[in-house]
């Protein structure tokens, strides 16, 4: 469904440090994808979503991996992702 909220995204680099949040842009979502906008290029492709509440999500920090990006202009990247369920620490 059509998801035109805004949100941050913190990539998760390889030795598992986080970055700072990026301010991008929701264009949909699903139970188990989200597409949105992100100005600039990946650095990496696991990365944590921090949702805002809307009438159709609540607020939620959710990993997730990209699975494609592709320029739309102007700096700006389309971006579909993913979902995934956070791991249980053992």
């Not at 699903?30 to 159709?56: D, K, W």
């Amino acid at each position: 469904m059509l998801w035109n909220h805004p949100l941050q995204v913190c990539f998760v680099y390889d030795d598992g440090s986080i970055g700072a949040p990026v301010e991008c842009h929701g264009k949909d979502i699903s139970l188990n994808g989200i597409g949105f906008y992100l100005p600039g290029e990946l650095p990496t492709t696991e990365v944590r979503l921090h949702l805002p509440q809307t009438s159709q999500t609540p607020e939620m920090i959710v990993p997730a991996r990209v699975v494609r990006s592709q320029g739309c202009g102007d700096g700006w990247f389309e971006v579909g992702a993913i979902l995934l369920r956070e791991q249980a620490n053992s």
